[in-house]
């Protein structure tokens, strides 16, 4: 069964945002030149093995917002999609900005032209749950949030990849009996429309603590009825689920999932996280690719056991993106650096390789990497290292290096930058965006924004 097709004339344009955890190691992410005569990073590597230079354009100088008294760290990840302070974990109560990007323009796109609801996802290697996670009663990693609703509710990502499947296309993977899966959907809907107004009156009734979660289930339960009401369709009915069993497979399910879910129009935005903000988890897969490069070196056989013995044991990722310029580290970071980019260059050939009408869909879409805080060492979030891969149906023109900030960002220095330092707000990508999707900022801005970026 072949997915069907857009009716419009020209493809629609869609948007999967492929956020890595724990910053990098940004000088190994630093492309030198501009324009399309740039010599590409080290760890951008894996980009023009795929054959991809062509269909991506670098952006750097791209600033994410400071942490603030009160925050942490991380707290960055937390800032990425709504443009603001972040104020937690260790202030009780904690309060991100407000409403973030993916969910405001998921809310225009759905008011007005009926577009299906933006889907958060993540390929983590564990669930993190509030309850092992609690400080004075409140989550004190609220940080592994990417998406919010409001400023006091996020978006748990959606891990199960079953559940993924049922809230893009609305019946179970591998359904047989489609008359008995639409009359589970009938009373679904008839369970939430009783249990709206009565959990809508308790919200009234309780204190400020339990009414935040309170407002976090509501608005779980108002995206289930959005998605409820959509008319039913049988594409991606025949799309047989695997069994996944570790973060490599989990994350190449989700992008196989991402391609189907753009071909059949059942989202026109995807939030895909590859593990959550600080995870710690050993990355044993990643290895070391034969004839590796190292400064310009091949490493040796007795240097790649060394280096996947690293990434197998303590200290793991978090402990490896605070390397402290320790060359072990160092290279076992890059490596998981370069696992991510490779990850990312699979997923936008996935979409060059998928027909859109009389192109592909990576021409009418757009695939963003990036990362909440561009160095793990010093947590610094200035100058993230971002790809855009894709056309955004002719909003961009690929095959650059675009440069967005004067002078340098110091990497290792958590501080702010020194004067000769000027980066742009990363919201301004987010309302250039926001244009290509077809759904302009009301106000003209987001967040911190000052302007748009130039894509063309």
């Not at 925050?71 to 302070?85: A, I, K, M, R």
């Not at 993916?102 to 749950?129: F, M, N, W």
């Not at 339990?210 to 991606?236: F, I, K, M, Q, W």
């Not at 702010?416 to 999707?437: C, E, H, I, K, R």
Request: charged content about 20%; aromatic content about 6%.
């Amino acid at each position: 069964m072949l997915p069907r097709k857009a009716e419009a004339a020209e493809p629609p344009p869609r948007l999967l945002i492929f956020n890595t955890p724990n910053g990098c190691y940004r000088p190994a992410m630093s492309s030198s030149g501009t324009g399309a005569s740039y010599t590409l990073a080290p760890s951008l590597r894996p980009l023009a093995y795929a054959d991809l230079l062509e269909d991506v354009t670098l952006l750097s100088g791209l600033d994410n917002v400071p942490s603030v008294p009160g925050g942490d760290v991380h707290s960055p990840h937390v800032q990425l999609l709504t443009g603001g302070p972040f104020t937690g974990p260790r202030v009780v109560p904690f309060a991100s900005a407000g409403q973030s990007w993916d969910q405001a323009i998921s809310a225009r796109l759905s008011a007005s032209a009926g577009i299906p609801p933006a889907i958060v996802v993540s390929a983590k290697q564990k669930e993190v749950s509030d309850s092992d996670l609690t400080v004075r009663g409140q989550p004190s990693l609220v940080q592994h949030y990417l998406s919010w609703t409001s400023a006091t509710t996020y978006v748990r990502a959606l891990r199960d990849p079953s559940r993924i499947y049922e809230v893009l296309f609305g019946i179970s993977p591998g359904s047989e009996d489609e008359v008995t899966a639409r009359a589970t959907l009938a009373r679904k809907r008839t369970l939430i429309d009783a249990a709206l107004p009565q959990i809508d009156a308790l919200r009234h009734r309780v204190g400020a603590r339990d009414r935040a979660t309170l407002d976090a289930y509501l608005s779980s339960l108002r995206e289930v009825e959005r998605r409820l009401a959509r008319p039913a369709s049988s594409c991606g009915n025949d799309f047989i689920l695997p069994e996944v069993s570790n973060l490599p497979e989990r994350l190449q399910l989700l992008a196989d999932l991402a391609v189907l879910a753009f071909q059949c129009d059942a989202t026109r935005l995807i939030v895909l996280t590859t593990d959550y903000e600080t995870t710690s988890a050993p990355y044993p897969w990643v290895g070391v690719p034969e004839g590796w490069i190292e400064d310009d070196v091949a490493v040796s056989p007795r240097r790649a056991s060394t280096l996947r013995k690293l990434l197998d044991s303590t200290p793991y990722h978090l402990g490896l993106s605070h390397h402290g310029n320790d060359p072990d580290k160092v290279a076992a970071i890059r490596l998981i650096d370069e696992w991510h980019v490779a990850k990312f260059a699979a997923l936008a050939n996935q979409l060059k390789a998928a027909a859109d009408g009389s192109s592909s869909l990576l021409d009418s879409s757009l695939l963003l990497f990036t990362p909440s805080i561009a160095d793990g060492a010093s947590h610094s979030p200035y100058d993230l290292p971002c790809v855009l891969a894709g056309r955004g149906g002719g909003a961009v023109t690929p095959g650059q290096h675009r440069r967005l900030a004067t002078g340098t960002a110091p990497f290792f220095d958590p501080g702010a930058p020194d004067q000769s330092y000027q980066g742009t707000p990363f919201s301004n990508l987010l309302v250039t965006l926001s244009d290509v999707l077809g759904s302009p900022e009301p106000s003209g801005t987001f967040g911190n924004s000052t302007g748009r970026v130039q894509l063309r």
